[in-house]
């Protein structure tokens, strides 16, 4: 049997509960908050990586990544071979106030060349002072935290069993060509 006004006794008890406690205030431009480790605050570039390949550019639902690229032709390496062409980045810019922070373009480079940043402090007065060039996506590199440490129960990745086996393989054949030519001496 329900007694009536129960809910409002209810509704009251939670009310004096919370007027007893202590408020906290963050006081955010004075004291910087703990973010939580691996945090999305801006997308940083390392440039290096970068071949401007345009998948990210491509992928992205807003289309507030801006690439602009020359093709350059690099010399033969070897008498009788091909002169190569390769892309040189001319500008690599994300426009911050239309970008919605899905993560896409960081997950389909195939090259390691975008990031997630926890630098969040990046307000501008004016609209158009959100579009970081690469110079800026660069900077905030630097604030890239190292990735986690590997679990040590984990198992061996595949990639890094077959290049491990491979390398003992060299190893051994030159062992036993030392060892030959030692023989022979």
Known sequence: MSFPGIGLAKGLAVTLRTMTRKSVTAQYPDVQPVL???SRGVIALLE????VCMLCARECPDWCIYIDS????????EPNA????????DRFAIDFSLCMYC???IEVCPFDALFWSPEFEY????IHELTHEREKLREWM???PAPPALDPAAEEPKEMATARKAADK?????AAALEEKGDDA
């Open 36 to 38: 939580p480790p691996r």
């Open 48 to 51: 290096e990586n970068c071949t």
């Open 70 to 77: 020359h093709k350059e032709t690099l010399p033969a390496a």
């Open 82 to 89: 091909r002169a190569r062409t390769r892309n040189v980045l």
């Open 103 to 105: 993560g896409i373009c």
């Open 123 to 126: 307000a501008e007065t004016d």
């Open 142 to 144: 630097w604030t890239v």
């Open 170 to 174: 060299l190893a051994a054949a030159a």
